[in-house]
C-alpha cells in the first residue's frame, strides 16, 4: 500500500465554521507534512510531524491547529478561515524527516472560504 | 526568494520526441533534487531523484541531468507520451535544523501531442 488517503476532497465552509481535514497512511512512515498549495503556485510546507511529535511549523497561524492522534494518521483542525485560505491543502508522509525528501503526497482537499 | 525555478512554464511536445524540462537553484547546500509529476486533481507523484554526488540518473525513459557548476538540472523524457502530460515540479531539498526541507520551484506544464 503505497497510498496516503485525504478526506475530503472538495470541502467549503464558512468564515466562523470549524472542520477537519483528515489522512491517512499504513506505509510505516514515520513523518508527516501539510502543504498549502495555490493556483500556479508550488506547494509550500506548513507543518512537520516526526514520530508523532510536531516539529515544525513555518509560522502558521493558530487558525489552523494540526493533531497526530498515531503514526499513521494525520488531522488540520480549522476554524476562523479566512476567504485568502482556500487553497488546495496536501498531506504527504515519508520514511523519517532525515531522507532524500521523497515525499508521497495524498490527492489533496480543494478548500474554498466563502 | 525563489531558490528553485522553472522559468518554463509550460512545453509542448510532440508524441515520440524527447522532453527536456529544465531547472535551476541557488542554494548550494542542496544535497537532493526531484522531480514530482501533478496531474489536475491529484497531489504530486515521485518521479526520479539524484544525489547532489551525481550528475546523472536515469530510470527508464526518465533521466536527470546535474550540473552543479551551472547550478542547473534537467530531465530528459524519451520517448514522451500522451500519459505524460502533466505538471512536473522540480524540488531540492537540504537539511534545516535536523530536517531535510524540500522546496519546490513553480512548475512546468508538459502537454505532449499525439
Known amino acids: 500500500d503505497t497510498e496516503v488517503t485525504q478526506t475530503p476532497k472538495h470541502l467549503v465552509m464558512g468564515m466562523t465554521n470549524k472542520k477537519s481535514l483528515k489522512c491517512e497512511q499504513h506505509?510505516?512512515?514515520?513523518?508527516m507534512y501539510w502543504y498549502k498549495q495555490k493556483a500556479k503556485k508550488p506547494p509550500e510546507l506548513m507543518f512537520v510531524y516526526s514520530y508523532e511529535k510536531l516539529s515544525i511549523n513555518e509560522s502558521v497561524p493558530s487558525r489552523f491547529s494540526p493533531e497526530c492522534p498515531n503514526s499513521s494518521l494525520l488531522n488540520l483542525h480549522l476554524h476562523a478561515l479566512q476567504p485568502e485560505d482556500s487553497a488546495l491543502y496536501l498531506c504527504?508522509?515519508?520514511?523519517?524527516?532525515?531522507?532524500?525528501?521523497?515525499?508521497?503526497f495524498g490527492s489533496g482537499t480543494q478548500l474554498s472560504v466563502l | 526568494d525563489q531558490q528553485v525555478k522553472q522559468n518554463s512554464p509550460s512545453l509542448s511536445v510532440q508524441e515520440g520526441r524527447i522532453s527536456i524540462l529544465n531547472c535551476d537553484y541557488t542554494?548550494?547546500?542542496?544535497?537532493?533534487f526531484l522531480w514530482y509529476k501533478k496531474y489536475p486533481a491529484e497531489g504530486p507523484t515521485f518521479l526520479i531523484s539524484i544525489s547532489s554526488i551525481k550528475d546523472k540518473n536515469e530510470d527508464g525513459r526518465f533521466t536527470v541531468f546535474l550540473n552543479k557548476s551551472a547550478k542547473h538540472l534537467s530531465l530528459h523524457i524519451v520517448p514522451s507520451q500522451p500519459g505524460d502530460s502533466a505538471v512536473y515540479f522540480c524540488a531540492a531539498s537540504a537539511r534545516s535544523g535536523g530536517y531535510q526541507k524540500v522546496t519546490f520551484g513553480t512548475g512546468t506544464k508538459l502537454q505532449v501531442i499525439p
Open positions: 542554494n548550494s547546500m542542496f544535497d537532493y
Open positions: 506505509m510505516g512512515h514515520r513523518a
Open positions: 504527504a508522509s515519508s520514511q523519517d524527516w532525515q531522507g532524500s525528501g521523497k515525499l508521497f
